[in-house]
């Protein structure tokens, strides 16, 4: 069983920063053998991918909407992952979920969904006010 922990959200105005954490934890839990996404929900839209992060961190994908903005990076000594969002939009406006998802599902369509992640945190609100 993996526990994932989101944290750093908040109230920014247009243009600011934020940098998220997602921690994760479990009795025999390795968290080098996961990849990890983050992803958001608005109000009322589907949960939308934003970057993802191999366990080794060799290999990091965005989304569309946040390339060149946002970047994802882990250390695997504090089984953490923190998402350094730059430039921020009120479009940007969700809650942040960050998934755990197996290493053995290697292929970037996974890594892009949110259905294939097998652990998930209880997300962080980001506020980008215009």
């Known amino acids: 069983q993996v526990q994932l922990a989101e944290s750093g959200g908040g109230l920014v105005q247009a243009g600011g920063s934020l940098r998220l954490s997602c921690a994760a934890s479990?009795?025999?839990?390795?968290?080098?053998?996961?990849?990890i996404g983050w992803f958001r929900q608005a109000p009322g839209k589907e949960r939308e991918f934003v970057a993802a992060?191999?366990?080794?961190?060799?290999?990091?994908y965005y989304g569309d909407s946040v390339e060149g903005r946002f970047t994802i990076s882990r250390d695997n000594a504090m089984s953490t992952v923190y998402l350094q969002m730059n430039g921020l939009k009120p479009e940007d406006t969700a809650v942040y979920y960050c998934?755990?998802?197996?290493?053995?599902?290697?292929?970037?369509?996974?890594?892009?969904?949110?259905?294939?992640?097998?652990?998930w945190g209880q997300g962080t609100q980001v506020t980008v006010s215009s």
């Open positions: 998934g755990a998802l197996s290493s053995f599902f290697n292929n970037v369509k996974y890594l892009r969904t949110a259905r294939p992640y097998n652990y």
């Open positions: 479990g009795r025999t839990f390795s968290f080098k053998n996961y990849n």
């Open positions: 992060i191999m366990g080794d961190g060799g290999n990091t």
